[in-house]
C-alpha cells in the first residue's frame, strides 16, 4: 500500500466525474443531514416545552447533522488533502454523537448528571478529533490513509491506529451502555410509553447495525455508509416525539420515584422481614446497610431507633407513631405504618413505613407554644395563658362551689427604677420579683406577668383570708430581698390587692379580675408596699 500523504495537493490521474452510485450517496447524506438539522431546529426552538432533557438531544441531532455535511463535501474531494481536511470536520460530530446520544437517555432515565460526568463522557470524543486532526505528526489515529487504489477518489483505503480502534470501542459502548439501560427499565415503564423505549431503541441500533455491517464488509467499498441511515433515526425520534410526546411525558421509573422521595421507606414482607428500603433511609439511618436484608423488625427497628419499645403491630391497619430515638443527640421521627397489598381484593403481602425525621418541626413547635404561652423576660406564664387556665379554674371553682382567690400585684414607683437604673435594671428587677414570687409558691399555682410591672395570682380552693397572708407575706419577701446589681443595691416594694369569687352565679372572671385591681388600686392609694382587701359591693 502506498502512502499518499506527500501528494496531498495533486488530483489523482485516475479523477472520474461523478458516477451515478456516488451521487446517489451524496443525496442520501444529505437528505440526512437535513433531517438531522430539521429535527435539531424543531426541538431547539421549542425546548422551552422540552425542559433540560431536549439539550443532549439537541447536541446529538447537532453532531449527526455535522457528520453527514462534512461527509457529503467529503465525497466530493478529488485530492487527498480535501479527503483528509473533511475527515477531521467529520469528527467534530461523528465521535460525539453517540456519546450526546448515551447522555440524552441516562437523562431521559433520570440519571443525574454532574458536569464532571458530562466532561469525562466526551473525553474520549475529544481525543479522537485532536488525534484524527494530528494525525499527520503520529498516525496514531490512522496507519495509513490513501485514496482508493482503483476506485480513486472519494473512495479511501485506510488502516486504523490504536486511536480510532479506542474510539471506536467507546463508540459501541455509548451504543450498548445505552440498550442495556432502555431495557433495565423497560418492566418499571407504564405501557403508554413502553413506545418511547422502544422508538430510542431502534433509533440506536439503526446507525450501529449499520456500523456493524461495514465492519464485516458488506457495504460498498471505502464508503461510511452510517451517516445516510441516521436520516432514518431522525424520522423515527420525529415520530416518537409527536406521537408519544417522548420530550414532553417522560415516564420516570418507579425505582427513581422510590429513592428520591425524601421520607424514608422501608418495606417488609409477609411475615415482617426487611425487603427493601430507599436511598433517603440510608442516608437518614448510616447504620442500615443491604446485610440487613431479611431481618426481622425488631431487628431494623432496633438499628433505626436503637430501641426496641415502641414497635409497630403488622396488621392491616394504617398507624401512626412518633419514636424518640435512644441515645446521643436524641431526634424524633414519625413513622407511619401502612399495609401493602398487590391490589385492593388480595390479602396483605407485606408492610412499608414511612419514615420522617420531625426533629426540627418539633422544635419549632416548642418554640411557637413557648412563644405563644410563656413571657420571654420572666420565663412565666404571659397574660394569654393566664386567662386560658384561670378561666378554667374559675368555672370548675364555681361549678364546685369551691373558693376562689385572685392576688394582684403591682411593683411601686417602677417608673422611677427605669428613670434611676436604666430600662436594662428595671428588666432585671422584674425577673428578680418573678424568682422571688416562684420561690415562695408551691408547685401548680397559677402565677403570670399581667401587663408591664403587674402580676397575678389564682388562688383554687383559697378563701381571701388565706390570699390576704401569701399576699402579706409575699410583700414582705419582695421589701426585704433588694436586687444587686454590678453593685448596685436596687430596693423595691410592692401593693397588692386581693378579692375573692362571690359566688353569685352571674360573676365573671372578669367582674373578680376588676374587684382585685380596685383593691390594688386602694394600697397604692393608702401609701403603697400594703395589701389591701376588695370589700365593696359586687356585681
Ligand atoms: P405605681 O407605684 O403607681 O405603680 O407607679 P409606677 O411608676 O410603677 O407606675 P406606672 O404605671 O406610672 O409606670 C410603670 C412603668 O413600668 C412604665 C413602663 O415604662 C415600665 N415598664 C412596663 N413594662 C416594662 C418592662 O418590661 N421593662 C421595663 N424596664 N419597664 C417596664
Ligand atoms: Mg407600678
Ligand atoms: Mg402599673
Request: aromatic share 10%.
Amino acid at each position: 500500500m502506498i502512502d499518499n500523504t506527500s501528494e496531498e495537493k495533486r488530483p489523482l490521474p485516475g479523477l472520474k466525474p461523478l458516477t451515478s452510485a456516488l451521487t446517489v450517496y451524496i443525496t442520501l447524506v444529505c437528505l440526512s443531514g437535513v433531517l438531522n438539522l430539521l429535527l435539531m431546529l424543531h426541538v431547539l426552538m421549542r425546548r422551552n416545552l422540552y425542559g433540560s432533557v431536549s439539550s443532549f438531544f439537541v447536541l446529538a441531532m447537532a453532531a449527526t447533522a455535522t457528520y453527514c455535511f462534512a461527509y457529503a463535501f467529503s465525497l466530493t474531494s478529488s485530492t487527498l488533502g480535501q479527503l483528509r481536511f473533511w475527515s477531521v470536520i467529520q469528527y467534530f460530530g461523528m465521535p460525539f454523537a453517540p456519546a450526546f446520544g448515551l447522555l440524552f437517555v441516562m437523562r431521559y432515565l433520570g440519571y443525574r448528571l454532574s458536569g464532571q460526568r458530562v466532561a469525562a463522557m466526551l473525553a474520549i470524543p475529544a481525543m479522537a478529533l485532536i488525534s484524527n486532526a494530528t494525525n499527520e505528526w503520529h498516525h496514531l489515529h490512522y496507519k495509513q490513509y490513501n485514496i482508493h487504489e482503483l476506485l480513486g477518489a472519494p473512495y479511501n483505503d485506510i488502516e486504523v491506529g490504536p486511536t480510532y480502534i479506542i474510539m471506536g470501542c467507546y463508540i459501541l459502548v455509548c451504543f450498548l451502555a445505552s440498550y442495556s439501560m432502555l431495557i433495565s427499565r423497560w418492566m418499571d415503564t407504564a405501557r403508554p410509553y413502553r413506545q418511547q423505549i422502544v422508538s430510542l431503541f431502534v433509533a440506536q441500533m439503526i446507525p450501529m447495525t449499520t456500523s456493524f455491517l461495514y465492519l464485516i464488509g458488506v457495504t460498498p467499498e471505502g464508503i461510511d455508509p452510517v451517516p445516510m441511515v441516521t436520516g432514518l433515526s431522525s424520522i423515527l425520534m420525529w415520530w416518537t416525539i409527536e406521537s408519544s410526546r417522548l420530550l414532553t411525558i417522560i415516564p420516570i421509573a418507579k425505582e427513581t420515584i422510590f429513592h428520591s422521595i425524601s421520607d424514608g421507606v422501608v418495606v417488609l414482607d409477609e411475615s415482617g422481614k426487611l425487603v427493601e428500603y430507599n436511598e433517603s433511609c440510608r442516608r437518614m439511618f448510616p447504620r442500615m446497610d443491604r446485610s440487613m436484608f431479611g431481618q426481622s423488625l425488631k431487628a431494623v427497628w432496633f438499628t433505626l431507633f436503637g430501641k426496641n419499645d415502641s414497635l409497630p403491630v403488622l396488621n392491616a391497619r394504617q398507624q401512626e407513631i412518633e419514636v424518640i430515638s435512644a441515645g446521643s443527640g436524641e431526634r424524633v421521627y414519625r413513622v407511619r405504618v401502612s399495609p401493602l397489598r398487590q391490589n385492593e381484593k388480595r390479602n396483605q403481602t407485606g408492610t412499608v413505613m414511612i419514615i420522617s425525621d420531625i426533629t426540627e418541626m418539633k422544635m419549632m413547635q416548642q418554640k411557637l407554644e413557648r412563644h405563644a404561652y410563656f413571657d420571654e423576660l420572666t420565663q412565666i406564664c404571659n397574660r394569654r395563658a393566664f386567662f386560658e387556665r384561670c378561666e378554667k379554674e374559675y368555672v370548675k371553682a364555681k361549678r364546685g362551689d369551691v373558693p376562689f382567690t385572685i392576688v394582684l400585684f403591682d411593683i411601686d414607683n417602677f417608673k422611677k427604677v427605669n428613670d434611676t437604673y436604666g430600662h436594662n435594671a428595671g428588666d432585671q428587677v422584674l425577673v428578680h420579683v418573678a424568682n422571688i414570687i416562684n420561690s415562695c409558691l408551691k408547685e401548680n399555682m397559677l402565677f403570670a406577668r399581667y401587663g408591664g410591672e403587674e402580676f397575678v395570682l389564682a388562688l383554687f380552693g383559697k378563701t381571701v383570708s388565706y390570699g390576704k397572708i401569701l399576699a402579706e407575706s409575699l410583700r414582705q419577701q419582695i421589701a426585704s430581698r433588694p436586687l444587686v446589681l454590678n453593685g448596685t443595691v436596687i430596693r423595691v416594694t410592692s401593693s397588692f390587692g386581693v378579692a375573692e369569687a362571690s359566688g353569685d352565679e352571674r360573676e365573671t372572671l372578669q367582674n373578680l379580675l376588676h374587684c382585685s385591681d380596685k383593691a390594688l388600686y386602694e394600697a397604692k392609694r393608702g401609701g403603697r408596699n400594703r395589701v389591701s382587701v376588695y370589700k365593696g359591693a359586687r356585681v
